[in-house]
């Protein structure tokens, strides 16, 4: 059942893969790495405080798994406790400091809290372990807009937009950096 929830994690269909969970849980009660994904599908779900409860579950049973400390810092994002974000995200990177995801994570949260220097260095850690994240890339050119550093807007979207030519958000926000550049 874990593997199946994983293979509806990787689909995007997180309802499925949270019942997947449950009933892998049940077969095998405290099994970080099953709460720690239950905690990820939570988190696509909106629904916060239950991937806050599977993530703390899953960081007691396991206090070594990187992707518990990073499923951890996402709820606790999305419940607007940024602090305790950023410590779950520092935690995640102690354990394993080459993982681009809790990078980009982490400086979305200082990004959040106005801590754009920091942001932009995190966002910059993630890009060089992952240089076709797209994600980071187009963070990184958001906080840049954010700033009105125009030219290195330009540059992250354009990055952004060689490695995933598919999104059509890039291109706006290539174009808007375009426009606010004058």
């Given amino acids: 059942h874990r593997c199946l929830g994983v ?6 269909r997180y309802e499925e893969a949270v019942d997947s969970f449950k009933r892998a849980l049940q077969i095998r009660s405290g099994d970080a790495e ?3 994904e239950m905690a990820f599908a939570y ?4 629904r916060a405080q239950e991937a806050r409860e599977s993530a703390e579950a899953a960081v007691r049973l396991n206090p070594r798994l990187t992707y518990a400390y990073n499923n ?5 994002y999305q419940l607007g406790q940024t602090n305790n974000a950023v410590t779950a995200f520092q935690n995640a990177l ?3 400091p080459n993982v681009a995801e809790v990078y980009n994570n982490l400086a979305h949260a200082y990004a959040g809290a106005g801590r754009t220097g920091e942001a ?9 372990l992952k240089p076709d994240y797209s994600l980071a890339l187009t963070n990184l050119g958001l906080t840049y807009l954010g700033l009105s550093r ?7 979207f354009k990055e952004a937009s060689q490695t995933r030519p598919d999104l059509a958000d890039i291109y706006y926000d290539l174009g808007y950096a375009y426009a606010k550049s004058g």
């Avoid at 293979?7 to 995007?12: C, E, T």
């Avoid at 988190?43 to 909106?46: D, E, I, K, P, R």
């Fill in 34 to 36: 099953t709460l720690s």
């Fill in 120 to 128: 932009i260095d995190y966002y910059r850690q993630a890009i060089q």
């Fill in 43 to 46: 988190s696509q779900l909106g």
């Fill in 7 to 12: 293979v509806f994690n990787q689909a995007g």
């Fill in 94 to 96: 102690r354990i394993n």
């Fill in 72 to 76: 951890l810092g996402v709820a606790y």
């Fill in 150 to 156: 125009y030219r290195e807007a330009i540059e992250s």
